[in-house]
């Protein structure tokens, strides 16, 4: 038998060369095994692998708004934090806003069902949504912003009107997306987007505070504000136009601030709903909502909101913003 002298430098350079063959395949092995996010029986990414910050919106790694995750099941409901699900509400704001969540927050949204039905020119989608959960969760509006978007539309020495302070949901509650549109030859439109939050007998979650304002020595002061109430919301729309986008609002009721409805608010929300005109909003976010309406038409399992680029900051409350 012959005996071999072994070169030490050559047995360590293939030791070298197997250790890094090693390390190449562990590599390829993590990347493709590891890298792929969680998803469900059908194919859908799973609400488990996005993360939250802490006020309870999806966050997004390329820098849009957060991601709405629809099952379109009530067996099997995906929920959304409500910052989510309310993250329009920044989009078509003409102005900054503030978003605001009380302490412990833990309303979610789910998308569970699917209804669609087709015309030979038209079709509509509806899908129901349910909110659980305690707390609230409001966007106010910048007065000095809303006063100098509305002034300029005034007589000299009229009052303003029906100005928007605040969007607010609280609680639980039973809605209703409503998608509407046009057929024309293999192409369908959005026209028309409404949510309803009163559905199947479910009082609506959804309050806006709304104030006057008369002018003193010409000018037009937040602090000088009048006639506020709070006005209970069953119904938000928005449509397609090519002129200024307005969001449409009904009306459930209407409370001075800080006092009940009773029936005779009721009433008076009947009355409102001929009154209170359409709130202008950014063709920004109208086209949004649109191009949400569109996801649903499509019955797609996510939609990513873009960044809304006016919130002030993120506040967690303790103490309740009391409104009816």
């Known amino acids: 038998m012959k ?7 050559l047995l360590l350079r293939n030791i070298n060369q197997i250790a890094l063959f090693a390390v190449t395949l562990v590599s390829i092995f993590l990347l493709t095994h590891c890298a ?11 609400a488990q692998s996005n993360q939250s910050s802490p006020d309870g919106n999806n966050i997004v790694e390329d820098g849009n708004g957060p991601t709405l995750i629809m099952s379109y099941r009530k067996e099997k409901i995906v929920k959304n934090p409500i910052a989510s699900f309310m993250y329009f509400v ?23 069902s699917y209804e669609k039905k087709d015309d030979a020119n038209s079709f509509q989608v509806a899908c129901e949504f349910e909110i659980l959960g305690k ?22 020495g009229e009052a303003l ?13 039973y809605g209703i997306i409503k998608v509407k549109g046009q057929i024309t030859g293999s192409t369908k439109t959005i026209t028309e987007v409404g949510l309803q939050f009163n559905a199947k007998g479910h009082k609506s979650p959804v309050t806006i505070g709304l104030y006057d304002i008369e002018p003193k020595n010409g000018e037009y002061k937040y602090e000088n504000r009048s006639n506020e109430i709070v006005a209970r919301v069953n119904t938000l729309n928005f449509k397609k136009t090519e002129q200024t986008p307005k969001m449409g609002i009904e009306i459930a009721s209407i ?16 009355i409102a709903n001929l009154l209170i ?3 202008k909003v950014t063709e920004f ?19 990513t909101f873009p960044k809304a680029t006016n919130i002030k900051e993120n506040k967690v409350v303790e103490i309740d913003h009391k409104q009816n």
């Open 135 to 156: 707390g609230f969760h409001m966007n106010t509006f910048d007065s000095n912003g809303m006063i100098e978007a509305s002034i300029v539309e005034l007589e000299k």
């Open 161 to 173: 009107k029906h100005m928007l302070d605040y969007i607010k949901i609280e609680g639980d509650g």
């Open 277 to 279: 005109k359409p709130l």
């Open 255 to 270: 409370a001075r601030k800080g006092k009940s409805a009773g029936l005779f608010g009721w009433i008076k929300g009947a």
């Open 90 to 112: 920044p989009l078509i704001a003409p102005t900054l806003v503030d978003n605001i969540s009380s302490v412990n927050n833990d309303q979610q949204v789910g998308i569970i």
């Open 36 to 46: 792929e996010p969680d998803s469900d029986s059908n194919g859908s990414i799973s």
């Open 285 to 303: 976010g109208n086209n949004t909502m649109l191009e949400f309406g569109d996801a649903l038409l499509k019955k797609n399992t996510t939609f």
């Open 3 to 9: 005996l071999y002298a072994v070169n030490p430098r």
